[in-house]
């Protein structure tokens, strides 16, 4: 089977074409400023077109097209449910109407993590498990969850997908979610920088000459002893191991597959999630496996042959 394949993001949209589990071409757009999902789907339109051109390929080869969206999706329905202040517009699009007519096919549109998490599923690091969850540990953070081989939805959208809005501070910062001490408030890359500023002792730290801080820097600096960022660097890590254990006793997952940029250092973070997971998770019948992602910013793209094959009600 052949596919589209779109994963719309907040500063980048990956577009693709797909067949089977293997990806063939692909493209990065930049999305920078662009708050509009039309201008969006615009601009992910040209590309496509541009894709299937430049690889000799017929719109008829293709079976479908799969979309992922950083918000709230009911993919039985075909529709953005909520965002969360990015394409505001978002949940008054019709997005099989605009497949039908720029391309003539059919569309599926998911949340963008749990098509990653389809994606790992099928020819990633989760293969041949069927109870799953995935975090996605970056800007935001992401939670996803698969019971018995089928993605977790519920009633309105929101199940197994807000993993990343589970409370870890009753007493914490507010989310951009509405929440309070949530696991992203407290440790994603858009947190970072108010969350190092906060501690005592930042004018003399070296995160204090980066205008723009990140895990990168953070990482760097804590291991070159600098006092602020291993104070940061070990709360983080202490809340990706916390939300951790909350979505495995939620879920009951086999194997829980951590991604995301921030993973470019697994060597440190993947150790110290399973020691956590190994000492305060409660699950008599045995470990949850943790495994880094393996398909990377691509994931999302190789769930595109899944989605479209899948039967939901």
Known sequence: MKALAVDIGGTHANCGLVENDRILTHESVDLTGTMNIRAVLSR???????????????LTDF???????AGLVDSRIGRVVSTNKKYDD????DFC??????FGLPLRIENDARLALLGESYAGAARGFGDVVMMTLGTGIGGVAMIEGKLLRGKHAQAGC???????LFNGRACTCGGIGC??????????PGVVRSVPGFPESSLSSIANIGFKHLFEEAERGDRVAQIVRDRCLNIWAVDAVALIHAYDPEVIVIGGGVMERAD???????????????TPWGKVQIRRAELANNAALVGAVPLISERIS
């Not at 496509?48 to 000799?56: D, E, Y």
């Not at 109407?97 to 720029?102: F, N, V």
């Open 44 to 58: 992910v339109g040209d590309v496509l077109r541009q894709l299937v051109h430049q690889h000799s390929q017929s």
């Open 63 to 69: 079976q479908g097209i799969a979309v992922g969206f």
């Open 90 to 93: 978002a949940p008054e699009v």
């Open 97 to 102: 109407a605009w497949a039908r007519d720029a």
């Open 162 to 168: 807000l993993g990343g809005h589970i409370p870890v």
């Open 183 to 192: 696991a992203e408030a407290e440790a994603s890359g858009w947190a970072l």
């Open 268 to 282: 440190i973070i993947s150790p110290y999630i399973e020691a956590y997971v190994q000492k305060y998770a409660w």
